[in-house]
């Protein structure tokens, strides 16, 4: 891990976390219709390589258990990394797991949440955090 100790690496770091080396902490501001919080963690969700070369990580759909709601908020992303699940798949997913991304009054604020989900991981929020090489004297 000799690269962190390299002041450019170190200050490139610093400079794409806005001055932190770990991620910023979430806002504290309620999401427009939001029911329930996600139980997911953002952090290790798994990332799937796509055919085209990009990745998935929170790619997501919404579905109601009921007419009367909530409308739920599940990533198509397999918990193990495996792919991308069908809508079908990814509800059965959710039905064995129990988790989610978040509970909505209505479907139109699940996909805003949705959206603005996709562009924090996009800006690198939710990146894993690099752990500081520790340093020691006397050579070892």
Same mark, same amino acid.
């Given at each position: 891990?000799?690269f962190?100790?390299?002041?450019?690496?170190?200050?490139?770091?610093l400079?794409?976390?806005?001055?932190?080396?770990?991620p910023?902490?979430?806002?504290?501001?309620k999401?427009?219709?939001?029911?329930?919080a996600? $139980?997911?963690?953002?952090? $290790?969700?798994?990332?799937?390589?796509n055919?085209?070369?990009?990745? *998935?990580?929170? $790619?997501?759909m919404s579905f109601?258990d009921s007419?009367e709601?909530p409308?739920?908020?599940?990533?198509?992303v397999?918990?193990d990394?495996?792919?991308?699940? *069908?809508?079908?798949?990814?509800?059965?997913?959710?039905?064995q797991?129990?988790?989610h991304?978040?509970?909505f009054?209505?479907?139109?604020?699940?996909?805003a949440y949705s959206?603005?989900?996709h562009?924090?991981?996009?800006?690198g929020k939710?990146?894993?955090?690099?752990?500081l090489?520790s340093?020691?004297?006397?050579?070892?």
């Open positions: 891990m000799g962190l100790n390299d002041p450019s690496v170190m200050q490139a770091l400079q794409q976390r806005g001055g932190r080396l770990s910023p902490p979430a806002p504290k501001r999401r427009t219709g939001l029911l329930a996600g $139980n997911i963690d953002l952090i $290790n969700q798994p990332r799937v390589k055919p085209d070369g990009s990745v *998935s990580t929170v $790619n997501s109601a007419q709601g409308h739920i908020l599940i990533p198509t397999a918990h990394g495996s792919g991308l699940l *069908s809508d079908e798949d990814a509800i059965q997913q959710y039905r797991s129990g988790k991304l978040g509970m009054d209505t479907p139109e604020n699940a996909t959206r603005q989900l562009h924090e991981y996009a800006a939710y990146d894993p955090v690099i752990p090489a340093h020691r004297r006397g050579g070892r």
